[in-house]
């Protein structure tokens, strides 16, 4: 009897383990997928991995098999590693690209990443549909806003000036005065570095985001433009000052 | 090829140590690209040492058994291709010219990829000389299920090809053994840790062998496999049999991991269940007289 049991149990773990990977999951929840990811990204790409091997920076992560139907389909973690849209920081301050395109969509064999060139212009026009996402900013939030005591992610971001201006174009320049980050959102690839070095952002990612991924992995549709719509991360957590999230 | 002795006595040369070399080979490919592409200082030491990122162009070779690279020749699995073919909708001209070598191969050589090239098929052989050191030491003989469990290969290849239809999503490819392997390779290189179920899954499958029947994936479930067998159906290059060198000793019968019956060539070959033959060989290594051999064409 109990070798019957015992069987039924491994029977039973066998099954389920079968059908895990078949398991629906929430396709509706926003993922950041590698830049270049066409609309039907989940239909073209085989999992093969191959973006992954090809970022110089490991920057794309997989889902295990427990993520059912998204098993290893990559996404970016801007927390843990941001996209740096192939682009290094010299000693001038300059970022210069490491590779012509980037790596990711030109490693691709199947089209579910087409392939960007790898140039400030080009990636500033780059549509909506091949965006990774689009970050968010809260003012209330900012340091720079509130306090003039910022600017990291003006500094940092790879796009600087295009994506992340330091004042918003109706406000006139003072002299003196310091950066007021303002996201253009037709220009931001999201690429999650504003994400990265946000110092609010961080506060929060030591306190919180390593019991809960799902806080930046899987944010609400269309969170980003409602403002203190905090998720699943329960009440009295403050928003984090920038974000990215995707819009489709 | 077979010797030309006067009545065919002897053994021929064997294949099986550039079978071998081959599996190793893709073996090598799967740990050390991603070894290569993490530390690039034992690739081009001269580029780091001048402060440059280190480029993945450095290392011309990427991906595994499902999708291959080399200096921009593209390699993909033929099912990969068909999955994303019937998932997307569309057909993707470059990924079918990344088949298209592969799919020659298969339908030439027969499923070659299975015996020659894939890594998972390497340790069920070892594991096989594991389950007779077990057997030797123990008494312990597993594998009493082997005659009840029906070949499930196709009915799961066309499940999956269902479901990657009409979820509009690839499924194999989230359980094909050998991409599993690669693919815990490139992330434990990679990222520095693997998967808790993928690693469960090339291990379930190892125990699955030596408790249920010998390849006992390969011959019950694995789709993959099954497409290219199904591919290979019509090769040109196969197993066959001289009739008046076989002695009769059945050597063959009891060297063939999927209990295929070569001796069964003694006639026209129709029983011969060419879809699940791999062309591994074992069974012309063994044969003492060399009744056994490749042939290019020939009798069916």
């Known amino acids: 009897m109990e070798l019957r049991g015992n069987r039924r149990q491994v029977l039973r773990w066998g099954v389920s383990f079968a059908f895990a990977a078949m398991l629906p999951a929430d396709f509706s929840r926003p993922v950041l997928r590698p830049p270049g990811a066409r609309q039907d990204f989940l239909a073209r790409c085989i999992r093969c991995g191959k973006c992954m091997e090809a970022c110089p920076f490991d920057s794309i992560r997989f889902f295990d098999l427990s993520a059912g139907g998204l098993a290893h389909t990559p996404y970016i973690d801007p927390l843990r590693t941001p996209c740096y849209l192939c682009q290094k920081r010299g000693s001038d301050g300059r970022d210069r690209p490491v590779a012509p395109f980037l790596r990711c969509g030109n490693a691709c064999p199947t089209g579910a990443l087409v392939t960007i060139a790898n140039e400030k212009k080009v990636l500033a026009r780059v549509g909506w549909e091949y965006k990774i996402g689009v970050s968010v900013l809260d003012r209330r939030l900012c340091l720079a806003w509130q306090y003039d005591s910022c600017g990291e992610c003006y500094y940092n971001c790879p796009l600087r000036d295009?994506?992340?201006?330091?004042?918003?174009?109706d406000m006139p320049a003072v002299q003196g005065?310091?950066?007021?980050?303002?996201?253009d959102r037709e220009a931001c690839i999201g690429c999650g570095m504003c994400n990265f070095v946000c110092p609010v952002r961080k506060h929060i990612a030591r306190a919180k985001i390593r019991r809960d991924v799902k806080l930046t992995l899987f944010e609400e549709r269309y969170a980003g433009m409602v403002r203190n719509v905090i998720g699943r991360a329960g009440p009295g957590v403050r928003l984090p000052a920038i974000r990215v999230t995707r819009e489709w | 090829m077979p010797e030309t002795h006067a009545h065919g006595v002897g053994r021929q040369r064997a294949v099986w140590s550039l079978r071998r070399l081959c599996q190793l080979a893709v073996l090598a490919v799967l740990v050390f690209v991603p070894w290569l592409s993490r530390n690039p200082h034992a690739w081009a030491p001269s580029r780091?040492?001048?402060?440059?990122?280190?480029?993945?162009?450095?290392?011309?070779?990427?991906?595994?058994?499902?999708?291959?690279?080399?200096?921009?020749?593209?390699l993909v699995h033929p099912l990969a291709f068909v999955e994303n073919w019937l998932a997307a909708k569309t057909l993707y001209l470059p990924m079918l010219s990344a088949a298209l070598l592969?799919?020659?191969?298969?339908?030439?050589?027969?499923?070659?990829?299975?015996?020659?090239?894939?890594?998972?098929?390497?340790?069920?052989?070892?594991?096989?000389?594991?389950?007779?050191?077990?057997?030797?030491?123990?008494?312990?003989?597993?594998?009493?299920?082997?005659?009840?469990?029906?070949?499930?290969?196709?009915?799961?290849?066309?499940l999956c090809l269902a479901l990657a239809f009409f979820f509009a999503m690839p499924v194999v490819s989230l359980f094909d053994p050998p991409h599993a392997l690669g693919r815990e390779l490139m992330y434990g290189f990679t990222h520095g840790e693997v998967s808790r179920l993928g690693v469960g899954l090339l291990i379930g499958i190892v125990l699955l062998d030596l408790v249920l029947v010998r390849r006992a994936w390969c011959r019950l479930f694995c789709p993959s496999g099954g497409a290219l067998g199904l591919l290979g159906r019509w090769r040109v290059w196969r197993i066959a049999m001289t009739a008046e060198r076989c002695t009769h000793c059945q050597a063959c019968d009891a060297a063939c991991p999927y209990a295929l019956m070569p001796m069964s060539l003694l006639d026209d070959g129709r029983r011969f269940d060419w879809t699940t033959c791999d062309n591994c060989g074992r069974c012309r290594d063994v044969c003492p007289t060399g009744a056994l051999g490749y042939r290019f064409g020939g009798q069916r």
């Not at chain 2, 450095?58 to 020749?73: H, I, R």
């Open chain 1, 162 to 169: 295009q994506a992340l201006r330091d004042r918003p174009p």
């Open chain 1, 177 to 183: 005065s310091g950066i007021r980050p303002y996201v």
């Open chain 2, 48 to 74: 780091i040492a001048l402060g440059q990122m280190p480029q993945p162009t450095l290392v011309p070779v990427s991906g595994d058994t499902w999708a291959f690279e080399l200096f921009d020749f593209r």
């Open chain 2, 102 to 158: 592969p799919l020659a191969m298969t339908m030439l050589l027969g499923r070659v990829f299975c015996s020659w090239l894939c890594p998972v098929g390497l340790f069920l052989e070892w594991n096989e000389r594991l389950g007779q050191w077990l057997a030797r030491r123990t008494g312990w003989q597993g594998r009493r299920l082997a005659s009840t469990l029906p070949d499930m290969r196709y009915a799961f290849l066309a």
